[in-house]
Nanobody, 121 residues
Framework: QVQLVESGGGLMQPGGSLRLSCVAS????????MGWYRQAPGGQRDLVAR???????NYADSVKGRFTISRDNAKNTVYLQMNSLKPEDTAVYYC???????????????WGQGTLVTVSS
């Protein structure tokens, strides 16, 4: 079993910054992908950013230049630094981690419970 715990959401004014964190724990042998998705009210869950094999990164066009994803391998933690926040960034943000469990060795695809980010004046 792999568990994800997210933190860092909240209310922020437009132009402000927030940092989300997601810690993965449990029977983890290796992690291949760590990422963040978001779902606005009435919308679908979309990719915000992900980091693959700790090296390659992908960002949604809407957040490029404003958001930065990073990973701490020793802590099995992924961060999302969100700067220059806009009202349209308001959503529930979900952490996603994909990898291999320790025993038995098999792939996993885990999701966090979500953390609400509200950008409003």
């Amino acid at each position: 079993q792999v568990q994800l715990v997210e933190s860092g959401g909240g209310l922020m004014q437009p132009g402000g910054s927030l940092r989300l964190s997601c810690v993965a724990s449990g029977s983890i042998f290796s992690i291949n992908v760590m990422g963040w998705y978001r779902q606005a009210p009435g919308g679908q869950r979309d990719l915000v950013a992900r980091i693959i094999s700790g090296v390659s990164t992908n960002y949604a066009d809407s957040v490029k230049g404003r958001f930065t994803i990073s990973r701490d391998n020793a802590k099995n933690t992924v961060y999302l630094q969100m700067n220059s926040l806009k009202p349209e960034d308001t959503a529930v943000y979900y952490c996603n981690v994909q990898g291999i469990t320790d025993w038995p060795r098999r792939s996993f695809d885990a999701w966090g419970q979500g953390t609400l980010v509200t950008v409003s004046s």
